[in-house]
Structure formats: structure tokens, C-alpha cells
């Protein structure tokens, strides 16, 4: 029988083939099957990856959205959430001590024992009993434990007031997060804009130098402005990244969703002067005075509380019951006590404890003053920075103008052939640094805003809310 001579019949596999084995066709056949399941094994992956790189859609991101989304999301927010509820069960912890503390008991016990006649046992003997009480003990009168009690419940307003503080400085750093963000956002776009006209303008050069009427110097020129731009292009890619995953972070948004943010627009602020009565007014609207006020208070019932541990302590205290041999005997038994503690000899401690508790209330209140001078002077920065921020806009809005009018002159006069390419090539940088500016200056401004609507522990008039 006759080989057959074609390498790719599969025929030739089957156990009615010739005896006579061609190898290389049987290798070329294996080949063949190995590279239909490799392209077999592509086009599944490749499936498989347009599936799972659907895109996802881009949420555009009011500022207001943000602050509002800190209240439920924000882990450093929940977190002094959390301080909040410990200090209410504080509360109620202390306000235990004062309330009666009822306790029951049941004891049913067993025993044998032996009696003995010189040195011989006799014999023995088994005895049950059983007792059921109820006891009960209440704090008459306990100056200490009244005290823990009433610094708990301020404590709890420290609490509050210092959540209140928290919210206000993440609301404050969300805020500046976005604005930060957006910042870099349009710096981007004046870039890209950058680039744009130099590319342009090595278009331009390129037509020029072919058609003999330019130098290379010119197009070299070009070509160095538009590698400038394109740097600066990567360097600002990298910035608005950074600043984007730092408001996600902020916000506890997954790091892979996009976010669009939406430009709030806020409105020109009028000019603003430092006056004593809104400083007395931020000095008693601000959540940290408040706090530092509390503080001094509970350091004077500390102090209070460190005296009063040599005031007596009455205690009544009692049980009611049965007792007998077996579970079902009815002998009624009870016991009451009114105890007098008072303490004669501590060793000192009292004394000590009152001079500590002096030195933290002197303590508390040099911070009520420090932080009365921090919002003195972080009021006064403020205004000074809000009407400095205000001019810059102005100023810079000014050059973004005159730096227009300038890139229009040098394209006339290069286009006309009465200059070169680096007065334009100097109009166009000076334009894209011109706006650069003028995004910065419109940063710090809203920033200085920010700050000043922080000082006055509201944040979220920036937004109108």
C-alpha cells in the first residue's frame, strides 16, 4: 500500500493508515492542531478582556456633594463619631454609682461531718442548707461619684463640641482637596493649549525652512518650546492624579471609579476688613472655645472632686431572703446597714490629688487663651489673604489680556516676514504662563475664602449651604 502524500490529511491518523509512518507529516499535523488551539485560546482571552475592561460611567461631583458625602463616608469623621457614643456610655457607666445595685443569690449546700470520743470516730453526721437572698446596697451620699458623674456629662459636650471642630476641619480639607483638584485640572488644559499653538508653530517652521524663507534655527526653536510644553504636560498628568486619588481617599470613594468634578463657581466676595465685634462674635460661636471653656469647667469640678475625698461616704446596704436546710423552708431573713466611711489618714493622696487637679485647671485655661490668640491671629491672616487673593485675580487677569494682545502682534509680524519665530515663540510662553497664573491666582483666592469661612467655623457657607 502507498503512503498518502498529503502531510495535512487527518485520514492518515486512523488505524487503517499505511503502515509506512511519514514523520514530518505527523509533526507538521501536530503543529497545525497546536496553533488552531492557541488561536482558539487568544480570541477566548481576548473576549474575556473586553468584558472585563467595560468602562465605567464618570459621576460629575458637586463640592456640595462632597461635604455632604463626609458626614456618612469620611473615616476620620466616623471615627470621632464613634468618641461621641463612648463618652455617653461614660455616662451612664458613672451614673450606676449613684442608682441602687440589687443583686441576687441562691446557695443550697451539702456536708458531712464526723464527731469523735477519745480519739475514736462515733460517728457522723449530714446537714443541708439553703439560703435565697436578695441584697442590695445604695451610695446615700458620695461626693466622688456625684463628681464622675457630672464631669461625664461634660464630657460628652467636649465631645460633641469637638466633632463639631472635626467636622468642620475635614469639611475644610475636602474642600481644599477639590478646589486643589480642579486647579490642576484646568492647568492641564492650558497646557494642552500650549501645546497646540507650538505645535503650530513647528508646523509653521517646518512649511518655512522647506520653502527657504526660515532657518533651522527657527524650526529648532519650535521644537525646543514644544518639548518644553510636553514635559510639563507629563509633570501636571502626574499632579492632577496625585490630587485625585487624595479627594477619593478624603471621600472613601472606590480609587478605580471616575470622578468628574463640577466647577462651583463662586461668586466674587466683597472686600472684608478685620473688625473687634465679629472677632468677639467668632470667639463665642467657634466650637474650640467651647471645648476650652468645658475643659476649664470639669477641671474645676476635678479640683472640687479631689477636696471632697475628705467629706464623709454613706452607704445603706441590706438583704432579704429565706434560709433553711431545704429549698422549700420559708424562714424569712433579712439585714439592713448604714456604713460611715470617712477617711483619716491617705498617706497624702488627697493633698496631692488637689494639687494636680489646680495645676490642670491653670492648665486649661492658659488653652483657652492660646486658642483664642490662634483665632485671633488666623482671623486677622484671613482677611489679609482673602483682599490680597481678590487684587491678584485682578492683576492676573490683566496680564492673561495684555499677553493675548502681544501673541496677536508677534503672529502679525511673523506672518508679514518682519521678525523671526522667537518673538512669537516668547508671546506664546508668556500667554501659557500668563494663564497658568491666572488659574493659581483664582485658586488662591477661593483657598483664601475657604480659610477665612474656617475661622468663622462655618465651612459651609462657601457653598451657600
Known sequence: ?????????????????????????????????????????????????????????????????????????????????????????TVGSARSALLPNITGEATQSRSQSYFKLNDQIQGSAITNSFSALLQARLAVFDYNAWSDYSNAKLGVRVAEAQLEETVQDIWQQIAQTYLLHLRNQRQLDVIEAAIQRDQTLLDQAKERVDAGVASSLDLNRAEVQLATSQFQRLEQRNAAYESELTLKRLLNLPLGQPVELVDPKLTE??????????????????????????????????????????????????????????IDDDNEVWAVQLGVSVPIWEGGRISSQALQARSELRQSQLQMQQTAQQIGVDFRLAVDQLNTAREQVQIARRRVELSRNELDLARTSFEEGVAD?????????????????????????????LNLARVRGHVQELVGR
Do not use: H
Open 1 to 89: 500500500m502507498q503512503a498518502c502524500t498529503n502531510r495535512l490529511c487527518f485520514a492518515c491518523d486512523s488505524a487503517f493508515s499505511s503502515p509506512v509512518i511519514d514523520v514530518a507529516a505527523v509533526y507538521n499535523k501536530r503543529l497545525f492542531k497546536m496553533r488552531l488551539l492557541a488561536l482558539l485560546l487568544l480570541w477566548s482571552s481576548a473576549l474575556g478582556l473586553s468584558a472585563q475592561t467595560t468602562t465605567v460611567p464618570t459621576k460629575p461631583l458637586t463640592l456640595e456633594a462632597a461635604l455632604e458625602r463626609a458626614s456618612s463616608a469620611n473615616l476620620d469623621l466616623l471615627l470621632s463619631q464613634e468618641e461621641v457614643e463612648q463618652a455617653k456610655a
Open 269 to 326: 466676595a466683597q472686600p472684608v476688613s478685620y473688625n473687634d465685634t465679629e472677632m468677639q462674635q467668632i470667639l463665642d460661636q467657634r466650637a474650640s472655645m467651647r471645648q476650652a471653656r468645658l475643659n476649664i469647667e470639669r477641671s474645676e469640678n476635678s479640683l472640687r472632686s479631689a477636696r471632697g475625698e475628705r467629706i464623709p461616704d454613706v452607704t445603706l446596704s441590706g438583704n432579704y431572703g429565706t434560709s433553711g436546710d431545704q
Open 421 to 449: 519665530n522667537s518673538e512669537l515663540t516668547d508671546a506664546q510662553a508668556n500667554l501659557a504662563d500668563a494663564e497658568d497664573q491666572l488659574v493659581q491666582a483664582e485658586y488662591s483666592y477661593n483657598l483664601a475664602r
